[in-house]
């Protein structure tokens, strides 16, 4: 399995008590929060120019969805979870071989998804 341990995370999250649980867990599982954003315009400012080693983003940000941050994340070769309520069926095409948390989810369930986010052989974020 693969090691989280100082991990680098950017949290794209509107709902602030969610934000702090997620962050919470990351932490837990060793990972160090860079970032933390609520709104589609600073988690676009943060993908651009922070730097991290994968992205947490909740799809609706208070009506707007984070499609063009996942565009932008893809672009740098970062990788990123979507984390939403909607599960699968809220993802459009163009991320169809992107991971999906579905809300609300357990810190069991975000570890394994991490693990097997970074722990694929190939060193592959999409394929």
Same mark, same amino acid.
Do not use: H, W
């Given at each position: 399995? %693969?090691?989280?341990a100082g991990l680098r995370v950017l949290v794209?999250?509107?709902?602030?008590?969610?934000?702090?649980?997620? =962050?919470?867990?990351?932490e837990e599982l060793g990972c160090h929060v860079?970032?933390?954003?609520?709104?589609?315009?600073?988690?676009?400012?943060? %993908?651009?120019?922070?730097?991290?080693?994968? %992205?947490?983003?909740?799809?609706?940000?208070?009506?707007?969805?984070?499609?063009?941050?996942?565009?932008?994340?893809?672009?740098?070769?970062?990788?990123?979870?979507?984390?939403?309520?909607?599960?699968?069926?809220?993802?459009?095409?163009?991320?169809? =071989?992107?991971?999906?948390?579905?809300?609300?989810?357990?810190?069991?369930?975000?570890?394994?998804?991490?693990?097997?986010?970074f722990g694929k052989s190939d060193g592959a974020?999409?394929?």
């Open positions: 399995m %693969a090691d989280l794209v999250e509107d709902e602030g008590s969610v934000a702090l649980l997620i =962050e919470s867990m990351l860079t970032a933390s954003v609520a709104t589609l315009a600073k988690a676009l400012n943060a %993908a651009r120019v922070d730097s991290f080693d994968f %992205a947490l983003l909740d799809i609706n940000l208070d009506g707007e969805l984070v499609f063009p941050v996942a565009e932008l994340l893809k672009s740098r070769q970062l990788p990123f979870v979507f984390s939403t309520g909607y599960g699968r069926m809220g993802v459009p095409e163009e991320f169809k =071989e992107c991971d999906v948390l579905n809300k609300p989810f357990t810190i069991e369930e975000l570890s394994t998804k991490l693990q097997s986010m974020v999409f394929d």
